[in-house]
């Protein structure tokens, strides 16, 4: 053979070793541990300018923490002015002086600031080095002092507690006060539902709704076991299981009988004058108990018992409205019932943005008086929704607003136009969500906006110049449909202007006034930047950029975005794409994907975020880690695309998840697409085990968290939604049939490695959810793992680190064959405060 040739072929083979990437076989164990939930604390602070807009003018004070300390800002708009609220080496040094405690400027933590004395002075409070006595009465059953067997009372029982500064600055002057005979407010009862003219509150007890006056009511506040409490019951006909106010629902049967007698909250709302205020009253009755028990309970383990509406189940819960007025204390049922196991909602006035420091809160309902109320009724099968208004004193009802789809109905708050004389609406009803103008008598007067993109939420209505304020997805054309962005437009449709402009994802607060508003932009692969503009989307000043520095000096990389089609070659799918920082593309990586089926959201970020848990910090272990949308996964896009998975609740989301992985395998060679793994938490557990069911040979690993694995066990608002329930009306009854496709039908198909995980005490996905599963898989004599969290309700709680290790050494073992026997899972054990 020629020697031209042979070293050409040579070349070639040569060529060819060099170019097949190394599979990654061993896991990285410390790039992960450096990025712990713990250690991000100290590495990334701020993120964005959560603006408290005040009540006089248009100003707003706000907090932002970088590494060089934590800072605090007055902004005044109208002057284009960003000032320190104070300076914080002076504000050290004098609280220095005034308490003999040592503070420094880049460690002093004010809390509760708020502004006084017609917002010309602060007040805050600071903890002190000292620490100081605390007394509290010991009490026997609840509510008596013990006693010496002499008749003396024991001693009070004492605790040493922080001693606590409590100062006034005036902001003209720059002088600090330290307040000696600071008296602390009466702490607020969350029991208390306080009139809005502050004279009376409402509260439940024993299941009746009771009142008592503000002078009792302080008397409550210092003291709730004070007998000179004149309190008064309102209602007599509350019974267990059709109470008014708080059910008890996440007490164990032990605590609910402890608290039997204590007030409650009784979650009415008022009409503006404080004349009247209504509820919402629910009948449990029939509705099956439910049942979890705590094994790890302090003493003996606990039961708590609780009603649970389970999807296509015949009793549920009934519901009706009734509105009281309390000078005459009587009360009156609106005439709601319309169809069989309707839901009711009362429509609630907006709180605004310069009331949200308060600390006295108020319910009111829509309507600026108190002859009438505005609330929501919805069919069971969710396809019909009446806008109602009621009159309070006969409850007669009347409909202003229907709408009727033959999928699920989704709704937004009704924004009521010049005292009721006009409504906006919010409808899906052309494939769109947009916004509606109603008259008085609900007569539709236009559609204000329009086109294939999907309006969001109202943000402010300027009545006078008659201008909408909102948020929307998807009109920008280029960029992410999922990316916020605030616009204007007249009630009449015309004038829609974008305000606040660039590629990224945007958060809004817009003052009451609608003049200005605060915008929080980033992408996942972006610096968070915070920018103050006015209400024509002209920017006025930079705020604030996230100092992110020791982030990226721990050697933190962005992700990348990518777009890739769907299972049906034409539907766009956003995702990120997350590579372990020490990324090597001579190397070829096993793929992970974190889902969700939503419907109510895909969980792929769109902003920076140092919630790494599910993509960032497990890709440093040695993995690609995916997440991406799916057709019928989200509710920002058209209704078609959100209502894809429309009575297939199980199989939807499948089929896009592993065609997205296997497209970017073909763009990424150093993606093995021979070693893929799934993984999710609740509806994403149903998921990832649904997906190594029905795409065995293709998902080789899943770690599934908490899932809803047999949604004829779940709650029937979450699988009637969204899997559709059919009524079935008969001369004699009306009825409700519901079928879904389950997990543990499809057991049988299980080929690669599973780890199934629950809390046991989950009262919101049942852990029988998944012990079902489990049997199925026993039956069909498979192999796979199993885990309980004692103790632990949906999310895990302070178990949570514990999960990510546990889900990431599966992972690890089964994907890169790289395992730990050990008892210990180091990282934490080093990252535990070590106690000599």
Request: net charge neutral; glycine share 6%.
């Amino acid at each position: 053979m020629n020697k031209h040739l042979l070293t050409f072929l040579f070349l070639l083979i040569g060529i060819g070793v060099f170019a097949q990437k190394t599979p990654v076989t061993q896991a990285n164990y410390e790039l992960p541990a450096k990025f712990s939930p713990t250690k991000l604390k100290s590495m990334v602070f701020s993120t964005k300018v959560r603006p408290h807009w005040l009540k006089n003018g248009q100003k707003f004070w706000y907090t932002y923490k970088t590494s060089d300390g934590l800072n605090y800002y007055l902004v005044d708009p109208v002057r284009n002015s960003k000032t320190k609220l104070f300076d914080p080496v002076k504000m050290a040094a004098d609280m220095s002086r005034l308490t003999g405690d040592p503070f420094d400027a880049k460690h002093t933590d004010i809390k509760k600031l708020k502004f006084i004395k017609n917002e010309r002075v602060i007040q805050f409070e600071v903890k002190s080095k000292l620490a100081e006595e605390e007394e509290k009465e010991e009490e026997e059953n609840g509510d008596k002092q013990e006693e010496e067997k002499d008749g003396k009372k024991k001693d009070k029982k004492k605790k040493m507690v922080a001693k606590v500064w409590h100062f006034e600055y005036e902001l003209a002057s720059r002088k600090l006060r330290l307040l000696d005979d600071y008296e602390k407010p009466l702490e607020q009862k969350k029991w208390a539902s306080v009139a809005p003219n502050e004279e009376y509150v409402i509260f439940a007890k024993h299941h009746n709704l009771y009142w008592m006056d503000a002078e009792n009511y302080k008397k409550a506040q210092k003291n709730e076991k004070d007998t000179t409490i004149v309190e008064h019951q309102l209602t007599t006909d509350g019974l267990e299981h059709f109470a008014y106010g708080d059910t008890g629902y996440g007490k164990t049967n032990t605590e609910k009988e402890k608290e039997k007698d204590d007030r409650k909250a009784a979650y009415v709302t008022f009409s503006h004058d404080s004349k009247k205020f209504a509820t919402i009253r629910e009948d449990e009755r029939k509705v099956k108990d439910l049942w979890v028990l705590n094994s790890v309970a302090k003493g003996r383990p606990t039961l708590e018992t609780y009603k649970y509406h389970m999807a296509g189940e015949k009793d549920a819960p009934q519901y009706e409205m009734l509105v009281f007025d309390f000078e005459s204390k009587e009360s009156v049922k609106v005439k709601a019932d319309v169809w069989k196991d309707q839901t009711l909602r009362i429509l609630r006035a907006p709180r605004k943005k310069s009331n949200a420091d308060d600390d006295l809160k108020f319910s009111k309902w829509l309507s600026k008086t108190s002859d009438v109320i505005y609330f929501k009724r919805q069919s069971r099968d969710m396809k019909r929704v009446d806008i109602c208004s009621a009159n309070t004193s006969t409850g007669e009802v009347k409909v202003i607003i229907e709408e009727r789809l033959n999928t699920y109905i989704e709704t937004r708050n009704l924004v009521t136009i010049n005292d009721g004389k006009e409504f906006i609406h919010w409808s899906e009803r052309d494939g769109w969500a947009h916004f509606y103008l109603y008259d008085a008598e609900g007569n539709l007067k236009n559609q204000i906006t329009s086109g294939p993109w999907h309006a969001d939420e109202v943000k402010g209505v300027d009545e006078k110049n008659r201008v909408l304020y909102f948020t929307a997805n998807g009109h920008e054309k280029g960029e992410d449909p999922y990316y916020f962005h605030l616009y204007r437009v007249n009630f009449d449709g015309t004038g829609l202007k974008l305000l606040n402009k660039g590629d990224f994802n945007h958060e809004v607060s817009l003052n009451d006034q609608n003049n200005y508003f605060v915008d929080n932009s980033s992408r996942v692969n972006t610096v968070p930047e915070s920018k103050l503009y006015d209400n024509r989307g002209n920017k006025l000043m930079d705020l604030e950029t996230a100092d992110l520095s020791l982030l990226f000096e721990a050697g933190y990389k962005f992700p990348e975005i990518f777009t890739v089609k769907a299972g049906d070659g034409i539907t766009d799918l956003y995702g990120v794409m997350y590579k372990p920082f020490d990324f090597d593309e001579n190397k070829k990586y096993p793929i992970l994907t974190y889902v969700y089926p939503g419907p109510q959201t895909e969980a792929v970020y769109k902003s920076f975020s140092t919630r790494m848990d599910r993509a960032d910090r497990m890709a440093q272990f040695g993995f690609i880690v995916v997440t991406v949308g799916h057709r019928g996964g989200h509710p920002d896009r058209s209704k078609w695309y959100h209502n894809y998975g429309y009575q297939n609740m199980r199989d939807y989301p499948l089929l896009d998840k592993k065609v997205a992985l296997e497209r970017l395998a073909n763009r990424h060679d150093f993606i093995d697409i021979s070693r893929v793994g799934i993984f999710g938490h609740s509806g994403g557990g149903f998921m990832s085990t649904a997906a190594m069911f029905v795409y065995p040979d293709f998902f080789k690993v899943a770690v599934s968290a908490a899932g809803n694995h047999d949604n004829n066990i779940y709650n029937r608002w979450w699988s009637e939604t969204h899997h559709g329930v059919k009524e079935v009306v008969t001369e004699k009854d009306t009825t409700f049939q519901y079928k879904i496709a389950t997990n543990p039908s499809l057991a049988k198909n299980l080929k690669g490695k599973l780890l199934l995980v629950t809390g046991d005490i989950d009262n919101n996905v049942h852990p029988a959810s998944t012990v079902r599963v489990a049997n199925a898989l026993i039956k069909a004599n498979k192999r796979f793992d199993f885990f309980i969290y004692p103790g632990q309700r949906h999310g895990f709680g302070n178990m949570s680190e514990y999960s990510f290790w546990l889900r990431s050494e599966y992972f690890c073992k089964h994907l890169l064959g790289d395992y730990r026997e050990g008892a210990d899972f180091i990282e934490m054990q080093n990252e535990k405060p070590k106690n000599y």
